[in-house]
């Protein structure tokens, strides 16, 4: 079950909230779930998120960093109908994301960075049709991105950083009409661009920096 200790002095109702190096992630009063809009979860020792999360529906922003011991991302974050940003940072014990996080029906913005364990995106980010920004740093394992990322139909800003492992796009990035911006810096195996990258026509920034392919 959910590991839970009461969060003492509940404060009335306010959109923040932070909690940093907790062991385990508080109960939620009633008079916060239905107003926090910006949750950041820093440093925590606990494994796994509650469902509980779930209940945070007025949740716009989920940012959790350097949490290295969570090793599970809950189907129940999917309930966070209004969620607009998410944020991962540091969490090297995360070993992967659920299918279900393509059901996230506001998700505008999605940053990963340093999680060391995770293999690659599923294959269901590409239901993420609302998403503009995509933001995949200091990822290691990440070989490839999934076909599906060219379902991203209003993708405009794509950023790949420090991903030692990823040696090229797939095929389909073509279909990304609406994409802006592509970033590619210090991606040390990455060695071509397909042809479709002609495809992109909104494109107006191509960045490639100190690949050792090309």
């Given at each position: 079950g959910?590991?839970?200790?009461?969060?003492?002095?509940?404060?009335?109702?306010?959109?923040?909230?932070?909690?940093?190096?907790?062991?385990?992630?508080?109960?939620?009063?009633?008079?916060?779930?239905?107003?926090?809009?910006q949750?950041?979860?820093?440093?925590?020792?606990?494994?796994?998120?509650?469902d509980?999360?779930?209940?945070l529906?007025?949740?716009?922003?989920?940012?959790?960093?350097?949490?290295?011991?969570?090793?599970r991302?809950?189907?129940?974050v999917?309930?966070?109908?209004?969620?607009?940003?998410?944020?991962?940072?540091?969490?090297?014990?995360?070993?992967?994301?659920?299918?279900?996080?393509?059901?996230?029906?506001?998700?505008?913005?999605?940053?990963?960075?340093?999680?060391?364990s995770?293999?690659?995106?599923?294959?269901?980010?590409?239901?993420?049709?609302?998403?503009?920004?995509?933001?995949l740093?200091?990822?290691?394992?990440?070989?490839?991105?999934?076909?599906?990322?060219?379902?991203?139909?209003?993708?405009?800003?794509?950023?790949?950083?420090?991903?030692?492992?990823?040696?090229?796009?797939?095929?389909?990035?073509?279909?990304?009409?609406?994409?802006?911006q592509?970033?590619?810096?210090?991606?040390?195996?990455?060695?071509?661009?397909?042809?479709?990258?002609?495809?992109?026509?909104?494109?107006?920034?191509?960045?490639?920096?100190?690949p050792?392919?090309?």
């Open positions: 959910d590991q839970f200790s009461p969060l003492q002095n509940a404060p009335r109702p306010r959109d923040e909230l932070l909690l940093v190096r907790c062991g385990v992630l508080p109960k939620f009063p009633l008079n916060l779930v239905s107003e926090l809009w949750l950041t979860i820093s440093g925590c020792s606990f494994s796994s998120l509650p509980s999360i779930g209940q529906t007025a949740l716009t922003q989920l940012e959790v960093k350097q949490c290295q011991n969570l090793s991302f809950p189907d129940a999917t309930q966070l109908t209004n969620l607009q940003y998410l944020q991962l940072m540091g969490c090297s014990s995360l070993g992967g994301l659920p299918d279900s996080i393509g059901t996230l029906p506001r998700l505008q913005h999605l940053s990963i960075t340093s999680c060391s995770l293999s690659g995106l599923p294959d269901s980010i590409g239901k993420l049709t609302t998403l503009t920004k995509l933001e740093r200091n990822w290691e394992k990440l070989s490839s991105l999934p076909d599906t990322v060219s379902q991203l139909t209003n993708l405009q800003y794509l950023q790949l950083t420090d991903c030692s492992s990823l040696s090229s796009l797939p095929d389909s990035i073509g279909r990304l009409l609406r994409l802006q592509l970033g590619i810096n210090r991606c040390s195996s990455f060695s071509s661009l397909p042809n479709s990258i002609g495809l992109l026509t909104a494109l107006t920034k191509l960045e490639i920096f100190d050792k392919g090309l």
